[in-house]
């Protein structure tokens, strides 16, 4: 009950364009004083989204944190914030956590508790458009990864002064970014820009996949390869493939994400037959990626897979540990 009153209390917040900014809370949990929202420089809607620090307060960094399937953005702000105090650095660092809005009658199905409600002229997507980079289902219909692109490009807005930006993504949020980055727009203002790939249910293959038998249908069919790749992404599969074979990407995954066991949600795990031919769990997964993107993708990058100790399928674990945060936190080159 205290969750839902906070959210509805955000929404009269913003409703109201409330400029009070909690500052010390923002940069303790996702609070009404910190859910913010802007619209789409080409319209056809908005978009919300959780942030630490008021505009123009000065940071170098700043993360942008992807929510799972629930799309429970206060959770991962929450746990990237977490990330943020134990490296020390709250007040160089912001964190941003947008919320992919639903229709309210798909809400139930991707809903954590505490998940705001969509506002009238919200960006809206399905429970699984979102993370493929489809078009919303209103207004103008930008896809999710120019959304993204809005957003990382309004970060780059309030706080002029960023000299990197990570966009970090944890399970579905993960699979948004891994499968955006070979069409994502440059960062504006000269600010670096880097990924962080953390626990995906599926990968996004630049490079056919030989079928584990013959009845294997979509196995390189986007989302898992760039066969039928939507023309509303605006870029062909050989040029994504180059941007996203240059770009600069850490993969992380829990260490005990790797089977049917509590807190690995292995009931919600994609298991058609294009997933399963990428390995078993989601561990296995990301060591396959990870070895083909070493050897085939991009070699010359060698990036690196963080296995973090202890840690199933839990953002509040794998977000704030030890093991991730040099691909978070660390500093750009």
């Known amino acids: 009950m205290k969750r839902r009153l906070a959210c509805c209390l955000a929404l009269c917040l913003v409703a109201a364009g409330a400029s009070a900014f909690g500052e ?15 619209p789409m420089p080409t319209g056809g809607g908005a978009l919300h989204y959780y942030a630490s620090l008021p505009d123009g307060a000065g940071p170098t960094r700043a993360i942008v944190a992807l929510h799972g399937h629930p799309r429970d953005a206060d959770r991962t702000f929450d746990a990237t914030l977490l990330a943020v105090r134990r490296a020390g650095a709250p007040g160089d660092t912001v964190v941003v956590a947008p919320v992919f809005q639903v229709p309210a009658v798909l809400a139930d199905k991707c809903s954590a508790p505490g998940t705001p409600a ?18 919303a289902s209103n207004g103008a219909r930008p896809t999710s990864f ?19 930006i990570t966009v970090a993504g944890f399970s579905a949020g993960a699979q948004m ?44 069919r986007w989302k898992y390869g760039t066969d039928g790749l939507p023309a509303t992404l605006g ?12 770009a600069d990407i850490t993969y992380m995954a829990g260490a005990l994400d790797s089977a049917d066991v509590p807190g690995a949600y292995y009931r919600i795990l994609d298991k058609s037959c294009a997933a399963m031919a990428q390995g078993p769990f989601r561990l296995q997964r990301a060591r396959a990626y990870a070895e083909y ?26 977000f704030p540990s ?7 936190v660390g500093p750009f080159p």
């Not at 010390?24 to 802007?38: L, T």
């Not at 120019?146 to 990197?164: C, K």
């Not at 499968?179 to 820009?193: E, K, R």
């Not at 626990?199 to 056919?208: A, F, I, Q, V």
């Open 24 to 38: 010390d809370d923002c940069r303790q949990r996702a609070s009404p004083s910190c859910y913010r929202s802007f």
């Open 118 to 135: 969509a506002q009238d002229g919200d960006l809206l997507w399905t429970c699984g458009s979102w993370l493929e980079g489809a078009p």
């Open 146 to 164: 120019a959304a993204l692109d809005a957003l990382v490009a309004e970060v780059a807005r309030r706080w002029p002064g960023l000299q990197g």
């Open 177 to 220: 970014v891994q499968h955006s980055i070979g069409f994502a727009q440059p960062a504006p203002g000269g600010a670096s820009l880097r990924y962080v790939v953390s626990d995906p249910g599926t990968w996004l293959y630049y490079d056919p996949v030989a079928p584990p038998d013959a009845a294997c249908p979509g196995l390189n």
């Open 235 to 246: 870029r062909g599969a050989a040029d994504a493939r180059a941007q996203y074979a240059a």
């Open 293 to 318: 993107d070493r050897t085939v993708l991009a070699p010359a990058r060698q990036r690196r897979l963080v296995v973090v100790p202890g840690c199933a399928h839990d953002v509040s674990c794998v």
């Open 322 to 328: 030890d093991a991730a945060r040099a691909a978070l």
